[in-house]
């Protein structure tokens, strides 16, 4: 039997390419090693500011930009997750187990309350518990994320170890799996890419609308002139774009080219752009296809609710059997 692996996304914007590479584009490389789960966490998403008018299409957009970039739904089991009442069922009862002083040491809780000073909320600070229950609901044993989220994957160890510990053993203990683009940083190479920091490229952009976000991006501050030389590890271009986007050839020329001083940043970023809008470009027009089938998404979404319904009923059965509320 093949492990099982879940892998979640919040629906709070366009999907980016921090979160393709760094997320989604391992999800599809792995859906065939693993029993996958991947979620469109709408309940995450209201953790923090929402408009309620947009939130729908936010989550069918997320769930076709999944698709688009290579995620089978026959393969894999793709849904949202507030369609799976379980979710919300099993952080009350896993709430019980999670320490306040566990919370507390979060990162993100702290990073996030500063963004959103004005809705400091007990969702936003409970939401690693909401997370593991995502876990553990499906018993997965691998999970995929960017460097970002290992804190939270660790806490969900804790806390599904206590409830091993406590009541006998019905969880498996979760392994985070980091991909090599583990932090991708923004445009503004001062921030990590973000939904909410608008400092990102889309993976649905197109190619006129990557090229003016690519124009103004930052790059290795040395390099005021095109006289001036470079280290591209320095250069925030080379290190979070070029590195995966461009091939062996094009990197030596860049680096050469830097270093040397002989190609200046808007040739370099001019060729980013080509092998970037290369790769986005059939994913953006697979997205564009699957969001015209209005009716497919809707059955792909059915679909995936009913998979995922199935398995985490099961899960929350024996839960409330061991703790004693059958
Ligand atoms: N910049 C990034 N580099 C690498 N991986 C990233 N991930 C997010 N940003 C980067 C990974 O993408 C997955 C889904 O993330 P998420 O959308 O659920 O939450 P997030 O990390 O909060 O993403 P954003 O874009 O920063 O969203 P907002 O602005 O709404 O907070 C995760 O595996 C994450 O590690």
Redesign the pocket.
Known sequence: MKERLF????P??SL?I??Y???VKNWVDLQDKYESFFSV?DL?AIT?PFNPKELPSKIKDMFCEILASGVDPEKSTLFVQSHVKEHLELTWILSTLTNFNWLTGMIQFKE?SEQHAENVNLALFSYPTLQTADIALYKAKVV???E??VQHIELARDILRKFNYTYGDVFIEPKELITE?????GLDATN??????NNYIAITDTSEDIFKKLRPAVTDPARIRKTDAGTPEKCNVYTSFHKYFSDEETLKTVQEGCTKATIGCIDCKKLLHKNMDQHLSPIRERYLEIKSKVSYVDEMIDFGREKAQKVASETIKSVKEVIGLW
């Open positions: 892998s979640g996304i919040r709070t914007g980016h921090g979160n590479l760094g997320a966490v995450h923090t996030k995929p994320i960017g970002d989220q683009s583990k932090r991708i940083m990590k890419m973000s939904k909410s920091l």
